[in-house]
């Protein structure tokens, strides 16, 4: 996973294979510290993540409920077919802001 703050945007790349128990900490460690610094605008590209176990699904929930609750907003990019899939079938569609990749999404937030 890696990070970086892009015109006021912070960007979380997610390069493991899994977002779950590993990617986790890392990811919620990045967004404190963004939300600490008055960054709120989010983007979690998922572009090597191919699997989403029951852990990620409630890392991209807590994600998505922090910075909601401090103002902001989180863009999910990327987003393999597994985890589409999975949203469905939780009925979590809706939950998240889907863009179809890194531009996109940043071009959204821009308009935010």
């Known amino acids: 996973m890696k990070s970086e703050i892009k015109d006021g945007v912070l960007i979380i790349t997610v390069e493991e294979n899994m977002i779950g128990t590993i990617t986790g900490t890392p990811i919620m460690n990045a967004i404190n510290s963004a939300l600490e610094s008055g960054t709120k605008k989010v983007v979690i590209s ?14 991209l929930l807590s994600s998505t409920s922090k910075i909601a609750n401090a103002g902001g907003e989180l863009v999910l990019c990327h987003v393999p077919e597994q985890t589409k899939k999975l949203f469905i079938m939780t009925k979590l569609g809706n939950t998240f802001h889907q863009q179809t990749d890194l531009n996109a999404a940043l071009i959204y937030l821009a308009a935010k």
């Open 46 to 59: 998922l572009i090597g993540a191919t699997i989403t176990d029951s852990t990620g699904l409630g890392i």
